[in-house]
């Protein structure tokens, strides 16, 4: 039997048990196993990992492990300047976009609300996700590691909170998407972009006391919704006001 040891860093540690969190431990195997299946195996999903050292020197995941290294595995750095290493990690996209898993529909609501062009569907199959992620460069959200753990992913995030509006403030702080937010231009049913409308276009669709209090008003162009800033409106504009606030910290 073979044995490395390894140690895992930052957020990484959240996919581990408490006893091997934040410190170094051996992890016997057989063989010479790719790097990233021996981190796949102790609980982190491969789209969470940007830097992997073996004997302190980076690798790819493709990288061969043998009897007696020592393994670090970092999780995507937000403060920490790492220079010129090179990353397993890939490089950010340049236009934040996502498909979400089942479990998250309420979350893919609010990242449309930003105006995230976000897919969701309660029927998308596992492979289905992996390859809508990678055949479209999405960041695939899921609550299921097996899922993020699929090879064809390459931008994936797992939400540590259970709360759609915790998980929100995550993602926006995960992906640094404040600047990138348009709230309000995105249908919240079907993801198309909001179109601007004459009240009179729509008026026989409206209840009468929002014809008489609004005078703006945006529908879609797929499901023919029509918006207004009714009564929620000002709780929406809260939170988007706490997520730019989030996305000025260092």
């Known amino acids: 039997m073979k044995h490395a040891t390894v140690r895992f860093y930052g957020a990484l540690n959240d996919f581990l048990p408490p006893w091997r969190r934040g410190a170094a431990f051996l ?44 393994i670090s595995a970092y999780p995507a750095f937000q403060a920490m300047d790492v220079g010129t290493l090179p990353r397993v990690g890939p490089p950010p996209l340049d236009e934040a976009r996502f498909v979400l898993d089942v479990g998250l529909g309420r979350l893919a609501a609010f990242l449309r609300m930003l105006g995230f062009d976000t897919l969701w569907r309660n029927d998308f199959t596992d492979a289905e996700l992996a390859r809508i992620s990678h055949g479209e460069e999405r960041i695939l959200l899921s609550r299921d590691v097996g899922v993020l753990k699929r090879g064809e992913v390459v931008h994936g995030y797992f939400p540590r909170a259970t709360e759609p509006e915790r998980q929100l ?17 995105r249908c919240l049913a079907c993801n198309a972009p909001l ?39 000002a709780r929406m504009q809260g939170l988007v006001e706490r997520l730019r606030e989030v996305g000025q910290q260092p």
Do not use: N
Not at 45 to 53: G, K, N, S
Not at 169 to 184: G, S
Not at 200 to 214: D, G
């Open 169 to 185: 403030v995550e993602v926006v702080a995960r992906y640094r998407l404040a600047a990138q937010m348009r709230p309000f231009t």
């Open 195 to 233: 179109v601007e409308v004459p009240l009179a276009e729509v008026a026989p669709r409206l209840p009468a006391r929002v014809r008489e209090r609004h005078a703006q008003f945006l529908q879609c162009p797929e499901c023919l919704r029509v918006f207004w800033a009714g009564t929620h409106h």
């Open 27 to 70: 992890h016997a195997f057989t063989g010479s196993p790719a790097v990233k299946d021996v981190i796949e195996s102790l609980g982190p999903p491969h789209p969470e990992v940007d830097l992997v050292l073996v004997d302190g020197r980076p690798v790819g995941f493709g990288h061969r492990v043998e009897d007696g290294v020592r």
